[in-house]
């Protein structure tokens, strides 16, 4: 399979992308990005874009994809709704319509949160602007497309958050999510596991469409049965 990933300097980026390179089906990951990744794999393809609203230009590279898998996200932190709402559901609905229209047999995967509204009512400004995303992917005439609301996630393979609170937060508490995670707590996932279940579900597909950490975990499984 030939992958689109978007966000693959993130934490959680940096996870699926390690993911992609080890899976032998995956022939290609093409990371969009304003800045390349440093990775070398044979595998990997750096499209730098510094408007990611304007992707008009480079449709054609787009084009001729299995999965795309969009890792990109902000923290709500200090934002408006209006600022967030602008980088968060109209950055990821430009992408994903234009991505919608170049490839008929795409799955779409997109990183939400636990918490996230699909009512978009809720009192919490991020949980509404996550669930108005979800549901306008949701109506996009994608092969697949499946959101993913993970809670704790868990950085393996030495990777680390860029965010520095989460990084205080994974610093402090790592060994004791680590020895909670052995118990398969359905609100914790890792690195690993998110993007073995995004390769997996390109593989095989799921009736389930809105996928929270217990999910996740569940379908990774499979994946790493399946090989």
């Not at 030939?2 to 899976?23: D, K, P, S, Y």
């Not at 590279?61 to 408006?80: I, K, P, R």
């Not at 229209?101 to 919490?124: K, P, Q, W």
Request: charged content about 20%; some cysteine.
């Amino acid at each position: 399979m030939n992958v689109l990933l978007f966000g693959a300097t993130g934490m959680v980026g940096q996870g699926v992308l390690l993911e992609c390179i080890r899976a032998n089906d995956v022939d290609r990951v093409l990371c969009v990005g304003r800045t390349p990744v440093e990775v070398a794999s044979p595998k990997l393809v750096n499209l730098v874009v510094q408007d990611l609203f304007g992707l008009t230009a480079c449709e054609a590279t787009l084009s001729g994809y299995d999965a795309c898998f969009f890792c990109l996200g902000v923290s709500s932190s200090g934002m408006s709704e209006a600022q967030y709402r602008r980088l968060t559901y109209d950055l990821t609905v430009s992408v994903a319509s234009t991505l919608a229209r170049l490839n008929a047999s795409m799955t779409f995967i997109y990183v939400s949160g636990v918490g996230t509204d699909s009512t978009e009512t809720s009192r919490t400004m991020w949980a509404r602007v996550k669930g108005a995303t979800e549901n306008a992917i949701l109506k996009m005439h994608f092969k697949a497309a499946f959101m993913f609301r993970p809670g704790i996630i868990i950085p393996l393979d030495g990777l680390k958050s860029k965010t520095t609170s989460y990084r205080f937060f994974y610093d402090l508490l790592g060994p004791l999510m680590h020895l909670l995670y052995q118990f398969r707590a359905g609100s914790m996932t890792t690195t690993r596991s998110l993007g073995k279940a995004m390769i997996q579900l390109v593989r095989r597909g799921s009736e389930e469409q809105v996928l929270e950490g217990a999910a996740i975990n569940r379908i990774a499984q499979e994946g790493e049965r399946q090989g």
